[in-house]
């Protein structure tokens, strides 16, 4: 998927499009401007041309990826082939594991509906009646 052509630019927030990080190069782009997205340890511009072997950290959401670039592409694949183009870290796979065990672990949190109906308000009223005051 590495263009032969060595005068080709592989700017930061294609290459994040193209591998899949992010849905849109917009959305890329905004990450990058916010300083979730750094080259070896520097915060960058979308602009930003990428070379082989930079060092990438990426925070999506509670997750962060620290991953190496092993290949260059402007254009979007397949996810078999967007894989191909970078190595995520032992560390950084072992840290997302942990986290996402942890997530699940949390209890599930509750969401009323909004304003009750009637029906919920007159079931209420009987419960609240019938029983006394509390």
């Known amino acids: 998927m590495q263009s032969t052509d060595?005068?080709?630019k592989y700017r930061i927030d294609k290459?994040?499009?193209a591998t899949r990080f992010f849905k849109t190069r917009a959305l890329a782009a905004a990450a990058i401007d916010r300083g979730?997205?750094?080259i070896n340890d520097q915060r960058i511009k979308p602009a930003k041309t990428i070379a082989i072997g930079d060092k990438i950290e990426i925070r999506?959401?509670?997750y962060q990826y620290t991953i190496e670039v092993l290949g260059l592409s402007n254009k979007r694949g397949s996810a078999p082939q967007a894989q191909q183009l970078y190595r995520e870290t032992d560390e950084s796979r072992e840290q997302r594991a942990l986290l996402?065990?942890?997530l699940r672990a949390q209890p599930q949190p509750f969401f009323a509906k909004g304003r009750p109906t009637k029906r919920d308000r007159r079931e209420?009223?009987?419960l609240t009646s019938s029983t006394g005051e509390f």
Do not use: G, K, Q
């Open 60 to 62: 999506i959401n509670n």
């Open 6 to 8: 060595n005068n080709e």
């Open 15 to 17: 290459w994040l499009f």
């Open 36 to 38: 979730r997205v750094m």
């Open 124 to 126: 209420i009223e009987r």
């Open 100 to 102: 996402a065990a942890r």
